[in-house]
């Protein structure tokens, strides 16, 4: 399954968009900085964002998650999800259902330049699908996943904001690209 990278996510966040595009955009981003499931972003209301004091941020998503049923707060800090957040007013996006958002969010990836083929074959051509006809709503939740991984955070802490019951759980989230796995694998043996 893919993920997209912090600067795939900058390529959604810069395009010009309709009110239900910039809807749907808006709920994906949110997901891909906190991990929330796309079960729960649906249910999230104005008393899920709560303002805080004496931190270096200055909102969290705080829920009840409707699979595990862990309460989770999360901290508005990714820079592109603090980006939503300002231009809406530190208010959430209007809803629209997961059908919506899927089927956008295909568009959206193709518009933004978002057409690398991933490790995920489509079944009818046997051929690896392109990041544009494989993205999801839940792709968001493996992108968090995956980028605070590859950002240092430790897993506990990962598990901690996604409330996945398990490290285990967490490592299934976790992507590499084939390219990156091949970079993994040749860097002890390049000289330097």
Not at 6 to 16: F, Q, S
Not at 36 to 59: C, F, H, M, P
Not at 107 to 123: F, K, Q, S, V
Not at 134 to 141: D, F, N, Q, S
Request: with cysteine; proline share 5%; glycine share 6%.
């Amino acid at each position: 399954k893919m993920y997209l990278s912090p600067e795939d996510i900058d390529a959604l966040c810069a395009l010009e968009l309709n009110d239900g595009e910039r809807d749907a955009r808006d709920w994906f981003v949110i997901s891909c900085c906190t991990g929330i499931r796309v079960g729960d972003l649906v249910e999230l209301t104005a008393d899920n964002l709560i303002q805080v004091k004496g931190k270096s941020w200055e909102y969290e998503i705080t829920h009840l998650q409707g699979k595990t049923k862990r309460a989770v707060s999360i901290p508005i800090v990714v820079p592109q999800a603090v980006r939503v957040f300002e231009r809406l007013q530190w208010r959430f996006p209007e809803k629209r259902t997961p059908q919506y958002m899927n089927k956008t969010l295909k568009e959206l990836a193709r518009r933004a330049g978002l057409t690398a083929p991933t490790e995920e074959i489509d079944p009818k051509t046997g051929k690896p699908l392109l990041q544009c006809e494989a993205i999801a709503m839940h792709t968001g939740r493996r992108s968090f996943t995956t980028n605070a991984n590859k950002a240092g955070i430790s897993p506990t802490s990962i598990q901690a904001m996604t409330g996945h019951s398990s490290l285990q759980m967490v490592g299934i989230y976790l992507r590499q690209t084939n390219e990156e796995k091949k970079e993994e694998f040749a860097q002890p043996y390049i000289k330097q």
